[in-house]
């Protein structure tokens, strides 16, 4: 049980990490969900189900949603690739 649990702290870090290198704004919002998720399987493993329902829905769901759509508002829903937007090509 500690290998899983190793394993899912592994996934949670490096996508908390993704979070601060992504240049892309929409994978950081699926980086910080995939952190969410990763403590829903940790709260499940610990027999805490109802945390980790409440955190499913509300840490990856709601949060996500509200990131994303706070993103599309802001102007920052961008999926150019970096050498586009570098080279100055814009299709807005």
């Known amino acids: ?6 394993v899912v702290v592994f ?7 993704a979070v601060l290198f992504l240049p892309n704004m929409i994978a950081a919002v699926v980086a910080s969900a995939v952190v969410s998720l990763s403590l829903t399987v940790i709260f499940a493993i610990l027999k805490a189900p ?5 955190e499913a829905a509300i840490g990856a769901g709601l949060s996500s ?5 706070g993103l599309k ?3 920052y829903w961008k999926t150019d690739s970096i050498d586009k937007v570098k080279a100055g090509e814009r299709h807005d």
Not at 1 to 6: E, L, S, T
Not at 11 to 17: K, V, Y
Not at 65 to 69: K, N, P, T
């Open 65 to 69: 949603l509200i990131l994303a759509i």
């Open 11 to 17: 996934i949670m870090l490096a996508a908390a990490l």
């Open 1 to 6: 049980m500690i290998w899983v649990v190793a």
């Open 73 to 75: 508002r802001l102007g």
């Open 50 to 54: 109802d945390v980790a329902m409440t």
